[in-house]
């Protein structure tokens, strides 16, 4: 069974950072590709960005240049750091990848930016 655990929301001012996780439980996400979402308050979910299984990274251009993936080493958990935040970046973020078909959301964690 496929399950996607985060960590590492919390409350920032502009200017600092955050690094996001995003654990994976039965599967590797060197076998699967995964992306990056959030949602703000009123909005609709946007991608933010996503890794491949040959580990290529793509990013929106909203959060290109500030954001990273990272991985560990066993492929099992997946980081988005987050650097130089802005309000515009407050939202809840989730993981999630689809695995034979499926998709998978991790249970989102809250990120909030203050001005």
């Known amino acids: 069974q496929v399950q996607l655990v985060q960590s590492g929301g919390d409350f920032v001012q502009a200017g600092g950072s955050l690094r996001l996780s995003c654990r994976s439980h039965g599967i590797r996400f060197r076998n699967t590709d995964m992306d990056w979402y959030r949602q703000a308050p009123g909005l609709q979910r946007e991608w933010v960005a996503g890794?491949?299984?040959?580990?290529?990274?793509n990013y929106a251009d909203s959060v290109k240049g500030r954001f990273a993936i990272a991985t560990d080493i066993d492929w099992e958990t997946v980081y988005l750091e987050m650097n130089n935040l802005k309000p515009e970046d407050t939202g809840v973020y989730y993981c999630?990848?689809?695995?034979?078909?499926?998709?998978?959301w991790g249970q989102g964690t809250q990120v909030t930016v203050s001005s």
């Open positions: 890794l491949t299984s040959y580990g290529n990274m």
């Open positions: 999630t990848t689809v695995v034979r078909g499926y998709d998978y």
